[in-house]
């Protein structure tokens, strides 16, 4: 479709050269039109709009007539002698596809894709918490449940990629070594976690685990020399009241489990500042990203596990399991472990679909449902004003989410 208009300064910026670019433009373009701007209105370092419309337009293509080598003025002369326009190709983000180009996803799709996103993100965490903590009740070796979890994820990604129902990632070492820092912060998070798990109720260990976010503010502030705005160090007093009001009030507090969640919170924000310095520049999906952070972080945990609990007590502890449990207990172990990294790679792979703040509102909703469900299920007693130290604490998650926007 072709338009003549004039145009204003607004929008668009004449780059120089024979390029015209916008700043951030979104991609991919809905359609393509074109535009034929008068000659003697084009100026090195303007900005540009159409005058009849408000929506912004984004010029896609060079000016065909100049040669990016040659003065602007000259090229303007040598113009002149054949015609006074220049034509160029831009699109309006609001038109649809043309039919050589792929459609994009309506706003409607986007979000029943993303609330479906949500969904298995929630039920698989839901699933996995269950099976962790009746594996971690009759068979208390966290460092083992945290290595099969690992090992399970590995072989699954391995297959995957083998079987060529997921691409394998094109990675090299500089890779490996940007991911390292980012596979040691996940290990001592993840086994700290189930270390917490094992001690105590895992409604109490995600009341905790939902404090991350002060954790994340202070390592930036202190460490990074990040600046916030009021707002967001407004939200961590509720969400530090609370966790401190769930804790005093937990009718089966232990150090040991208070602890490891709470290490585990300061892991993973280490883990997030180095996903963030080492990951940039590098292009891989959500998907192969966690495979190759699962594998890495399974070659790290292996030795320590073997150290820390060893296989003697591995066998001792798995036969005791299987008599009080029967075969049951077997499958108790695996859904644990595929569960586990089912959840992690849908959370993963969610980021490549949304935008870190939708993703903080998520896990802020995954927690709310993680900790509704184990205490039915586990029958957890809570009291009153312990419930009311959660909520406070999830509020100021959430509260932390809006703030951070």
Not at 98 to 112: F, G, L, Y
Not at 283 to 299: D, E, K, R, T, W
Request: glycine share 6%.
């Amino acid at each position: 479709m072709g338009m003549i208009s004039t145009i204003n300064r607004s929008t668009l910026i004449i780059a120089g050269g024979s390029n015209i670019y916008r700043k951030n433009p979104p991609a991919p373009p809905p359609r393509n039109v074109s535009v034929s701007l008068p000659l003697t209105a084009l100026k090195r370092g303007q900005i540009y709009s159409l005058s009849k419309t408000r929506k912004p337009l984004y010029i896609i293509s060079s000016l065909e007539p100049f040669d990016s080598d040659l003065p602007i003025l000259k090229k303007q002369d040598d113009l002149k002698k054949s015609s006074s326009l220049i034509t160029c190709h831009v699109y309006t983000p609001s038109r649809p596809f043309d039919d050589d180009q792929p459609p994009r996803i309506s706003e409607t799709a986007q979000k029943i894709k993303i609330g479906i996103y949500f969904a298995i993100w929630w039920s698989l965490n839901v699933v996995f918490n269950i099976y962790n903590k009746k594996v971690l009740n009759v068979y208390p070796y966290p460092w083992l449940t945290s290595t099969l979890s690992l090992a399970t994820g590995s072989i699954i990604m391995l297959i995957a990629w083998i079987t060529k129902i997921a691409d394998a990632p094109n990675i090299d070492m500089d890779f490996w070594k940007s991911l390292f820092p980012v596979a040691v912060a996940h290990t001592i998070g993840h086994v700290a976690a189930t270390v917490s798990m094992s001690k105590v109720a895992v409604s109490f260990t995600h009341i905790i685990k939902s404090s991350e976010p002060a954790f994340s503010v202070l390592v930036s502030r202190l460490i990074l020399g990040d600046r916030f705005p009021v707002a967001v160090y407004l939200s961590l007093i509720p969400i530090i009241g609370g966790c401190g009001l769930a804790a005093l009030t937990e009718m089966n507090f232990n150090l040991t489990g208070f602890m490891g969640a709470m290490i585990s919170n300061l892991a993973f924000v280490f883990r997030n500042i180095f996903s963030k310095k080492g990951m940039k520049g590098k292009s891989i999906s959500g998907m192969n990203y966690y495979a190759c952070l699962c594998m890495l972080s399974l070659v790290i945990l292996t030795p320590f596990a073997f150290a820390v609990e060893g296989l003697q007590m591995w066998i001792a502890g798995w036969r005791l399991a299987s008599f009080e449990i029967g075969p049951q207990f077997v499958w108790w172990v695996v859904a644990q472990s595929v569960f586990y990294h089912l959840y992690n790679q849908v959370s993963y792979m969610s980021l490549d679909e949304i935008s870190p703040l939708t993703f903080s509102v998520g896990n802020t909703m995954k927690r709310i449902s993680v900790i509704v469900s184990s205490i039915i299920i586990f029958q957890t007693p809570v009291r009153p004003v312990n419930a009311l130290g959660a909520a406070i604490a999830i509020l100021g998650t959430f509260l932390y989410s809006q703030a951070k926007q």
